[in-house]
């Protein structure tokens, strides 16, 4: 039997995926977890893009066009002209969501043997696209002690070797929420400059910014020829299951070396654009991203006062997103905490699933006493699941003290 | 202005792309195109497809599970068994076409650096997946006069170096309508396990064989632990645009890979894999298919007859796909012709698009004078386009001479 290969062997699996199944388990068993553990929003995709895809006046689904149908191209190009951009259409292509944007934006700046700077903690699947494609990820570490934000410029400065090809960041974050100010991004795009770097920046959370403005990439003209813009409606439209995104740059090879890659790949997925396309058009789909952003922010204002009530938690109120970081100083392995809650507790037939945090971290040893919490439930069932959190903290540690007690 | 990678640089764009603008010039001129260039079928897509997806019930378009939604593997599952084919759960992936498909496999078996063997003329798309992986292509060289059949084992057994990882393959075939016999097919089997290389099999086109059984790699058990095949529901259903194909393979550690790799880019898109649910549980899907393939056969048999009052062309009836390669002898580089055929030359009217030959192949300065042709289009249309390709292959020739003689 031939073995695999040696990267797809050093891709490590999520530790998210990892617990699925503990998840399930728990659900037979009858509990009912309250899933904070995936950037899965509840609420439902609008109207207009449902009907839009249903409407749908096909005869034969040929293939789209590689870099995606022109009403798409001419949709999301009146998008990023509302929030006071101008594109013209060879510098956006539509992709198969904001993954495959992220995957070309990687291959097409990067060579095998690259490295690539991102802020720690970050998205789980930067890591492992940059696996596939053999390129080094360089993490600039961030604490939740200052809210995510970016240490001083002369700090990344330092990281900075003759293979380094590109700054990438998400903002606001996943998995911090962090939202980088404009004084953040100037840093950076000043570095990129003096050091002749791509900035990769993945915004799928844009509209989702509570506190100042959510400042995008594509807002520094002197970026033009080195930003790249990674975007996706999964989030602002909750349409996760459209696999629909975006790449834009004003840098004419890297534009022409994407289109490359779209044509390898044939299309994106034709009823998810038209979906697009009418959502787009609907007179009203700026109100439908308002009324998406008021809800997550009063969920980030509720569970945030919420978590003050869990001794010793350690976070700040995320700018943006619907991701809380979370420090529990008692716990030192947050993946045995996560089993724990789904194996060993609940309280009245409930218990909470959050992400642990060390999968968010390329430093080994870091994150082990933080998780990840999603705020895609509703206000209600994010008060019940901090209280189980908060239950679940105080048993898990005693129950330890038990156990080194029993050992010792 | 920061540069793009090298590999990105290494990609061809695909000739036929190339020459799309000119196609669109001449339409622009008034001139009726036939397009038999690309593999697009010009049959309605099944209704019960279509209406899967206008059906769609959801509220909340979420991520889809990553290996694909749990009753699009059962489908496709049902689907193999009616060929005869017993399969796990875990043995089968739904993936974004067979594009995506194609490139789990060659990531999951490769390394950069290692070699593929690789019958050609092949799908120009192969090479571009394999630049992006770092993996190089080694061709075997096949024959238009013998109908693109694989050339002795012993042959293909030269090529084979300690970097060869696996044997590559379309059947029945794009570009060539080749469909291997089950003989040669059992001489890539044994030559896989005796030098431990792994089978990739690319099947799209298995329901559109004219001549005898169109043998599917699943069907060797002894490959069990290293056939691996890549499927689309691109053309049998006419669902190019659907964006869904899947990947089979019995060996639990390439399949645990494959699941690492979806979990990446997260989910297959969700409203075409409802569309192939539906699709496949209509009673009449084996009609609908069975149909196209009637319409093909007869269209091959049409095309292939009106072929052969073309002065010295040279091609053998391929026994599946809806392709014919076609050599041109007086034609010494079919691209020029092609140009000419859109920039220069109609027939009251009308011209003809075909994919010139050079770019299926990996060895330099082959297929030049060769052409694929796509039955895409009704047998009406496909005479009509024979007759005026005729005429310009003559006015292409005396062009050259007029040319050559005012030179002389």
């Known amino acids: 039997?031939?073995?695999?290969?040696?990267?797809?062997?050093?891709?490590?699996?999520?530790?998210?995926?990892?617990?699925v199944p503990l998840a399930v388990a728990a659900t037979k068993r009858g509990i009912h977890v309250y899933k904070l553990n995936i950037g899965q929003p509840d609420i439902p995709t609008?109207?207009?893009?449902?009907?839009?895809?249903?409407?749908?006046?096909?005869?034969?689904?040929?293939?789209s066009p590689a870099p995606g149908i022109q009403g798409t191209i001419d949709a999301l190009i009146g998008f990023y002209a509302d929030m006071g951009v101008t594109l013209t259409g060879d510098q956006l292509r539509v992709?198969?969501?904001?993954?495959?944007?992220?995957?070309?934006?990687?291959?097409?700046?990067?060579?095998?043997?690259?490295?690539?700077?991102?802020?720690?903690?970050?998205?789980?699947?930067?890591?492992?696209?940059?696996?596939?494609?053999?390129?080094?990820?360089?993490?600039?570490?961030?604490?939740?002690?200052?809210?995510f934000h970016?240490?001083?410029?002369?700090?990344?400065?330092?990281?900075?070797?003759?293979?380094?090809?590109?700054?990438?960041?998400?903002?606001?974050?996943?998995?911090?929420?962090?939202?980088?100010?404009?004084?953040?991004?100037?840093?950076?795009a000043d570095l990129a400059i003096k050091h002749d770097l791509w900035v990769i920046s993945d915004e799928p959370y844009r509209e989702l910014m509570y506190e100042g403005h959510a400042t995008s990439i594509l807002e520094f003209p002197e970026l033009d020829g080195r930003a790249i813009l990674v975007d996706s409606i999964s989030k602002r439209m909750s349409a996760c299951g459209a696999r629909i995104g975006c790449i834009v740059c004003k840098n004419p090879d890297l534009m022409a070396a994407i289109d490359k890659l779209t044509q390898i790949r044939l299309s994106a997925p034709t009823f998810s654009q038209l979906g697009l396309i009418a959502f787009l058009s609907s007179p009203n789909y700026k109100d439908d991203i308002a009324e998406m952003r008021r809800k997550f922010h009063s969920r980030r204002d509720t569970l945030y006062d919420a978590l003050q009530e869990i001794p010793g938690a350690v976070c700040r109120q995320?700018?943006?997103?619907?991701?809380?970081?979370?420090?529990?100083?008692?716990?030192?392995?947050s993946e045995e905490f996560v089993k724990f809650m789904l194996n060993d507790f609940s309280v009245d037939g409930?218990?909470?699933?959050?992400?642990?945090?060390?999968?968010?971290?390329?430093?080994?040893?870091?994150?082990?006493?933080?998780?990840?919490?999603?705020?895609?439930?509703?206000?209600?069932?994010?008060?019940?699941?901090?209280?189980?959190?908060?239950?679940?903290?105080?048993?898990?540690?005693e129950q330890r003290q038990r156990v080194a007690a029993t050992a010792g």
């Open 150 to 188: 970016l240490p001083p410029i002369g700090e990344i400065e330092g990281l900075i070797t003759p293979r380094t090809r590109a700054i990438l960041f998400s903002t606001p974050a996943n998995p911090s929420g962090v939202g980088y100010t404009r004084e953040e991004l100037k840093g950076i």
């Open 318 to 333: 995320p700018e943006g997103a619907f991701y809380i970081f979370v420090k529990f100083p008692q716990i030192d392995d």
């Open 95 to 147: 992709t198969i969501g904001g993954s495959e944007a992220f995957a070309f934006a990687l291959q097409t700046t990067c060579n095998p043997g690259d490295e690539v700077l991102i802020p720690e903690p970050f998205y789980p699947n930067y890591k492992g696209h940059a696996i596939m494609n053999g390129i080094t990820v360089v993490p600039i570490t961030t604490k939740i002690e200052n809210g």
């Open 350 to 397: 409930e218990t909470v699933m959050v992400a642990p945090g060390a999968g968010f971290y390329a430093t080994e040893g870091k994150g082990h006493d933080e998780v990840r919490i999603a705020y895609v439930l509703e206000e209600p069932k994010l008060i019940r699941a901090v209280e189980i959190l908060k239950a679940g903290i105080e048993a898990y540690v």
């Open 46 to 63: 609008p109207k207009s893009f449902m009907d839009g895809v249903r409407n749908a006046d096909i005869d034969v689904l040929s293939y």
């Open 1 to 19: 039997m031939r073995s695999v290969s040696d990267r797809v062997q050093a891709l490590k699996g999520s530790p998210i995926r990892r617990l």
